[in-house]
């Protein structure tokens, strides 16, 4: 999971609300609905935004990140972009927001200071070390760590495939913080639209290496 920043609203989603104060979500004719797809892919650099995998405008869902009621549908602050998290599926194999039907998290991806409280195993695992709200969120609501699915196994393939470059590109020299630092910087950047699938893991993986590298500096 990444944190999340809100741009603006599309201006033809703000004008549909203006010139129409009594409508619904569902009321949303497609080419608004589009503009705000298009919209939230694009800050969320065309990633769910519970579980990082790939999403583009053909398998995307509007979210209401809290539940929808008739104050909050057309809040675009509470809209995300997530994937379809196994519709049509057992429970048990669904996450993302299929999962969490009408559930209220605890977790919010717009929060910075609560994606700094994530973190990644080895396996891919995704867990809070202190915080046991968000733990319940991760696994029993999201159902990120679904032993049963994909998402943990695609996390591991990022993370090995990360450590795969670092080595054939240094062999065996140590890696420096400013190189650890640049490819932080690439990882969490969103300049072209689109970020990395699972990037989260890869972001956390750097951010220890660096820690770690500063610790035996100032030693």
Known sequence: ???IKKGSPPKIFTEFILHNPTLHFDD???????SLREALLLEQGHLCAYCMTRIDSD???????IPRNSDNELDYKNLLAVC???EGQPRRAQHC?????NSTLHLDPQQA????QLHYKSDGTIFSKSNS????DLNSILNLNDPFGYLKHNRKHALDTLKFHIRKKLGDRAASTSFLQRALDFFSANSSGERKPYCGILIDYLQQRIRSSDNINRA
């Open 1 to 3: 999971m990444l944190h």
């Open 84 to 86: 379809r998290g196994n």
């Open 133 to 136: 709200a968000f733990e319940h």
């Open 97 to 101: 927001d299929t999962r969490k039907g």
């Open 113 to 116: 200071e609560h994606i700094a």
């Open 59 to 65: 398998n995307t869902k509007i979210e209401h990140y």
């Open 28 to 34: 949303m004719p497609s080419d608004v609905k589009h």
